[in-house]
Each structure stands twice: as structure tokens, then as C-alpha cells.
């Protein structure tokens, strides 16, 4: 019922930017959370950034100060501004969102690749 499409992945040297989009559609009644995580070869997946339906947003300790979560609520769309990009931050990019039909529902996006390399 839901859809979820990701965008603005690909390769930057370190010290770059980027930004990330994920537009969620389809039936979409109440959003509760909307973030972002990533994951690397021969680790877990790991949380990002996340930002609540009432605008609280939450950071791993590994990109406070460099990346910012946002979302347009008008558009189902969230976004992640990645900057000062490190070689460390190399990894696929998953959007999540968590929505209220009743109960709760969890959706993810493809992924998309995010290479930070000289």
C-alpha cells in the first residue's frame, strides 16, 4: 500500500556534499516517524537521523554537527543533507518510515548507494 523511492545517492570526494530524498506514497493516512539508516558490508544496519511527526529529530553520534534530517510534510518527502563528508560514511542509504493505519506499519526504500572516495 505504501511506496517509498529514494534519490541523490552516488560518489563525492571527502569533504563533500550531498542530499538525499525519499517520497513516500500511496496509503498514507498518519505519519509517526520518518529517518534514515545505512548499512555497510559485514555490519548491521545502523540509524542515522530520525525526525518525528511533531519535528524532534535524533542524530547518531557519528554525523551530529554534519548531517541534517528534514521533511515536507505536504510532499510525504524526507531528506538527509550529508555534509563534510568522510570516506567512513560509504554505505547504502535506507529510508524508513513508520505509519499509523491503526496500528503501526514499517516501511522501507530501496536503498541507495553513497561512495565518499579521492
Known amino acids: 500500500q505504501v511506496q517509498l523511492v529514494e534519490s541523490g545517492g552516488g560518489l563525492v570526494q571527502p569533504g563533500g556534499s550531498l542530499r538525499l530524498s525519499c517520497a513516500a506514497s500511496g496509503r498514507i493516512f498518519s505519519i509517526n516517524s520518518m529517518g534514515w539508516y545505512r548499512q555497510t558490508p559485514g555490519e548491521q544496519r545502523e540509524l542515522v537521523a530520525i525526525i518525528t511527526s511533531g519535528g524532534d529529530t535524533n542524530y547518531a553520534d557519528s554525523v551530529k554537527g554534519r548531517f541534517t534530517i528534514s521533511r515536507d510534510s505536504a510532499k510525504n518527502t524526507v531528506y538527509l543533507q550529508m555534509n563534510s563528508l568522510k570516506p567512513e560514511d560509504t554505505a547504502v542509504y535506507y529510508c524508513?518510515?513508520?505509519?499509523?493505519?491503526?496500528?503501526?506499519?514499517?516501511?522501507w526504500g530501496q536503498g541507495t548507494q553513497v561512495t565518499v572516495s579521492s
Open positions: 524508513k518510515v513508520i505509519i499509523r493505519s491503526g496500528p503501526l506499519y514499517t516501511y
